[in-house]
């Protein structure tokens, strides 16, 4: 979805400014008017980025917002790292959070009085802070997903537009309840792969330190004056992991420096959306662990987008909003692609499969489910399916993972004990 840069007026006459993704200009616009601003300029940074002008001057001027845009992405993502949010309000208790309003809406009692019930219950000051806001713009008369929109983080997209679709279907706590289920398995999903990869992990940090440690302390420590003693020369092993040890000591402050100088590129690079492009469908590629990122978002997308048809969401917009919890670039561009041919009337399982991102059984489901009118029955009951997927994926994941580290560990640590026995053996040789 592209961005886009704008200046606003808002309702108490105060200019304001920002970034925002949007289908088009007239997007931002009606966002803007949501909110209550008045946009008063909207640039879009995808097309200065990219745009070509006809003239020498006009490029020049181009290529200068371009730049100053790209700049405003950067400074945006190095702010994103510096700066913490003034609220935290983690997984687990938003979707606490939103099961108690549906239990509270189902048993009878209106929406302003759940919301108080449920502020004398809370406890931290993230959640106490959040909840304040809704109460004090829903009892202004707002609706609920509007209070929550103007909130920002942790309300999403897909909460926001969850909440709309429950505040337009007329029946609240189905929909919360719905909302409630997405969230949970969420984070169950969070959770598995968290367990699978904790331990590769750890045996990874493990190696690292071990040869860290061998490198920095046992070897030149050890080694080289008991070669000195004895005059020996050093064997090529045991020369080369020394040179590698006298230049981590001498030029520690200068790899430091280089690392973090990669880590600004890396963001300047990835702020770029074609290169943020690039690099996701790369990671889709990788053995293993492409097919893993793959089936992890199409079983989010598969799940969030039947709920959302199921609460009465119309089909364009539940694919605006399932296509930001996908997390991978490349994917939520052939949403994109996929949205814009279906605004132009081709059904979603045409673009879908000319995509080649998509596994095949969700496009036969789609196809199936548009034809036969259920839509949304069937990708909630292929949703099943996919995180079955997902587990198998894990599990081969995590089965694959030790064994490869176990023989890079093997051949490092071969090399570090072969550095560290060879000018021993040449010792003992000539003390006898």
């Excluded at 002008?53 to 371009?66: I, V």
């Excluded at 029955?377 to 994926?393: E, N």
Aim: charged fraction near 20%; include cysteine; proline fraction near 5%.
């Amino acid at each position: 979805m592209p961005s886009f840069r704008y200046d606003s007026l808002g309702a108490d006459g105060q200019k304001r400014s920002g970034l925002l993704d949007a289908m088009d200009r007239a997007d931002v616009v009606r966002q803007l008017l949501d909110r209550g601003e008045t946009a008063t300029r909207v640039v879009s940074i995808d097309a200065s980025a990219s745009g070509t002008t006809r003239n020498g001057s006009a490029g020049r001027h181009g290529s200068t917002a371009a730049s100053a845009d790209v700049g405003a992405l950067v400074r945006a993502r190095l702010r994103s790292f510096v700066q913490s949010p003034s609220v935290r309000v983690s997984p687990t208790t938003m979707a606490t959070l939103v099961r108690e309003l549906a239990t509270a809406l189902e048993a009878g009692l209106p929406l302003m009085q759940a919301l108080r019930t449920i502020r004398r219950q809370a406890t931290g000051k993230g959640l106490l802070l959040m909840l304040d806001h809704l109460i004090a713009r829903v009892e202004a008369g707002d609706p609920l997903w509007t209070a929550a929109r103007d909130f920002g983080p942790p309300f999403d997209d897909m909460i926001i537009g969850m909440l709309r679709a429950a505040d337009a279907s007329g029946d609240m706590s189905v929909v919360l309840h719905q909302l409630a289920d997405l969230l949970d398995r969420s984070i169950e999903l969070r959770r598995d792969v968290m367990g699978a990869t904790f331990y590769p992990l750890i045996v990874f940090g493990l190696l690292i330190a071990s040869i860290v440690v061998l490198v920095t302390v046992v070897v030149p420590r050890v080694i080289t004056p008991m070669a000195a003693d004895f005059n020996a020369s050093l064997p090529a092993p045991t020369a080369i992991l020394l040179s590698i040890a006298d230049f981590l000591q001498a030029w520690w402050p200068l790899m430091v420096a280089l690392a973090g100088l990669c880590f600004i590129g890396w963001i300047v690079w990835s702020s770029i959306p074609a290169n943020r492009v690039r690099f996701d469908r790369f990671l889709l590629r990788v053995p293993a662990l492409g097919r893993l990122l793959r089936d992890v978002a199409v079983a989010r997308f598969t799940r969030t987008l039947g709920t959302l048809a199921a609460s009465g969401l119309p089909i364009l917009d539940a694919l605006r909003i399932t296509r930001n919890t996908l997390g991978n670039r490349a994917l939520e561009q052939a949403i994109d692609d996929v949205v814009e041919q279906v605004t132009g009337g081709r059904p979603l399982a045409e673009p879908l499969e000319k995509s080649g991102l998509f596994p095949p059984l969700l496009v036969q489901v789609v196809g199936l489910g548009e034809r036969s009118g259920r839509l949304d029955s069937m990708l909630l009951h292929a949703a099943g399916a996919f995180d079955r997927q997902v587990r198998i994926s894990l599990g081969l994941l995590t089965k694959a993972l030790p064994p490869f580290l176990l023989v890079i560990m093997s051949l490092l640590g071969g090399f570090v004990l072969l550095a560290i026995l060879l000018p021993l053996i040449e010792i003992q040789s000539m003390v006898n």
